[in-house]
Nanobody
């Protein structure tokens, strides 16, 4: 059974950085696109970033471009989200997800497997 487990969340001051990790277990995810989404308090889940199966192409929501970087290490079955220049509005539960050959990689509805999420809180 495929599983995803996020880690690396926590409390950080505005302007700080965090690196989230997502470890995939069970069967391989090396041929899956991987994405990060988040759900701010009281709001719906939204797309943050995604990376294709090979790691050669990445995609970002407009508000994250230049601040966040997604990467993957297929040998370690791990996907990362480096978050810099964090703002209070980045406060959310961050979820890792996997999709096999998505048509629209930035659509959260394309993702089949989801982790339990990791909380990020950015203080002002």
């Amino acid at each position: 059974q495929r599983q995803l487990a996020e880690s690396g969340g926590g409390l950080v001051q505005a302007g700080g950085s965090l690196r989230l990790s997502c470890l995939a277990s069970g069967r391989t995810f090396s041929n899956y696109a991987m994405g990060w989404s988040r759900q701010p308090p009281g709001k719906e889940r939204e797309f943050v970033a995604a990376i294709n199966w090979s790691g050669e192409a990445s995609y970002y929501a407009d508000s994250e471009k230049g601040r966040f970087t997604i990467s993957r290490d297929n040998a370690k079955n791990t996907v990362y989200l480096q978050m810099n220049s964090l703002k209070p509005e980045d406060t959310a539960v961050y979820y890792c997800a996997a999709a096999l050959g998505p048509t629209h990689i930035s659509s959260i509805y394309e993702y089949e497997y989801w982790g339990q999420g990791t909380q990020v809180f950015v203080s002002s």
